[in-house]
Nanobody, 125 residues
Framework: QVQLVESGGGLVQTGGSLRLSCAASGRTFSSYNMGWFRQAPGKEREFVAAITGRGRYAYYVDSVKGRFTISRDNAKNTVYLQMNSLKPEDTAVYYC??????????????????WGQGTQVTVSS
């Protein structure tokens, strides 16, 4: 397994931007496909975005397409989630996750074996 630590969350107004980072331990980071999930109060954890090991393919949930961008820097063992045009409904705890399996727009929580501790994102109206 890989250890993951998220950072970059915070409070932002509607329409603002944040960039989340997820730093991974280990020397085989590029062998992991990475994902971002989020969990709002009272709701289940949902898939947000995923990226393949070399960064060639990225997938998004429909609600964030055109606003969020997932990227990775394998030299820094870090995956990012750039979030623009934020809305109050984006308020949630955001989690970084890693998998040695495939990722797709239908990726689910159960597909990922390593998780970070989460970082809070709050969008005020």
């Amino acid at each position: 397994q890989v250890q993951l630590v998220e950072s970059g969350g915070g409070l932002v107004q509607t329409g603002g931007s944040l960039r989340l980072s997820c730093a991974a331990s280990g020397r085989t980071f590029s062998s992991y496909n990475m994902g971002w999930f989020r969990q709002a109060p009272g709701k289940e954890r949902e898939f947000v975005a995923a990226i393949t090991g070399r960064g060639r393919y990225a997938y998004y949930v429909d609600s964030v397409k055109g606003r969020f961008t997932i990227s990775r820097d394998n030299a820094k063992n870090t995956v990012y989630l750039q979030m623009n045009s934020l809305k109050p409904e984006d308020t949630a705890v955001y989690y970084c996750a890693a998998t040695e399996g495939a990722v797709s727009p239908q990726s689910r929580e159960a597909n990922f074996g390593s998780w970070g501790q989460g970082t809070q994102v709050t969008v005020s109206s």
